[in-house]
């Protein structure tokens, strides 16, 4: 008997060996090593450190090859780890890395797919891997979002084309340029240049430029920024629906990698889902910006009032 179990129970080790704290602290030393070593190639070094910085390099190639190869004999169930995407971004750029840097005809794709090891922290932080997951799935309401602002930017261009292209034809000639110099007024670039210039010949044309700021750093933004709370909130009810369904089906291999796995879920789910979780994301992306910018847009309406006045 004792046997028998041998096996599963060298198989439950490594099991608890990759999902422990240690190997994951290790794998990121790697991958900061990693983009360390490719920023270093980057400079003018003595030919002895060069070699160094390729001994390394293979080295780190070599590891990462071993972890995902270490990482798939693990793995209880081979096909989801297949079918995983963090997975396959993983395989793809360590077998990217493979690719010879002596090769003058690949060397560039090499040292690209080199840059792209740093993505691994990615995959490798689980915080790190929700967040982004939660933005792709993001991107298509973000999307009409998108479409609505560029209605918005459309309009008002159209507008200044035609009330302000007598005022300053490299600013206000067309659409285009119309648009550009909008952005510019969306994201502050000194925007009470833009502006006062058009005031001097339209005094109302103020209210022009704050509606738009309105519309776009304030209701845009915010709804840009509820979207992805959203998505983030249902991403966290599905990742703890999924645990629930996991629950029932747990092997007695990995039974114990797989429970500290779940309290580790666990965690991020009392963390992201609990009230004071949502609170501190709410001040944090949303109270804290619109602050900031009804304090700038503030103090540039008192300092319009002021030269108004004068």
């Not at 400079?43 to 450190?49: A, K, N, Q």
């Not at 209210?207 to 709804?223: E, G, K, Q, R, S």
């Amino acid at each position: 008997m004792p046997s028998q179990l041998n096996p599963a129970s060298g198989f439950e080790k490594l099991r608890r060996i990759e999902s422990s704290k240690v190997f994951q602290g290790a794998v990121i030393t790697i991958i900061i090593l990693s983009a360390l070593t490719i920023g270093a190639k980057t400079y003018d070094l003595p030919p002895l450190v060069e070699k160094s910085l390729i001994v390394m390099d293979n080295a780190i190639t070599l590891f990462f090859l071993l972890e995902i190869l270490f990482r798939f004999g693990v793995c209880a169930n081979k096909k989801r780890f297949l079918f995983d995407g963090w997975n396959l971004f993983d395989t793809l750029v360590v077998i990217g890395s493979l690719i010879p840097l002596d090769n003058s005809e690949a060397v560039l794709l090499g040292r690209l797919l080199r840059v792209f090891r740093v993505l691994r922290l990615v995959s490798v932080v689980p915080e790190l891997r929700f967040l982004i997951n939660s933005l792709l799935k993001a991107i298509p309401r973000m999307g009409y979002i998108a479409l609505l602002m560029f209605i918005i930017f459309y309009i008002y261009a159209a507008m200044g084309s035609m009330f302000f292209a007598s005022v300053d034809e490299e600013l206000w000639g067309d659409v285009a340029i119309a648009m550009l110099t909008l952005f510019r007024v969306a994201t502050f670039e000194d925007w009470t240049d833009v502006m006062y210039a058009t005031m001097e010949q339209y005094p109302l044309s103020w209210i022009f430029y704050l509606t738009f700021i309105f519309l776009t750093a304030f209701v845009f933004l915010n709804m840009m920024i509820g979207a992805i709370l959203e998505v983030m909130s249902e991403e966290q009810n599905a990742e703890e629906a999924q645990i629930a369904l996991d629950l029932p089906v747990l092997g007695s291999v990995s039974t114990i990698v797989t429970q500290e796995d779940l309290e580790a879920r666990r965690r991020q789910r009392d963390h992201w889902i609990s009230f004071q979780g949502q609170k501190e994301l709410l001040r944090r992306y949303l109270l804290r910006p619109v602050n900031k910018l009804l304090g700038l847009v503030g103090k540039r309406f008192d300092t319009l009032l002021v030269r108004w006045k004068v």
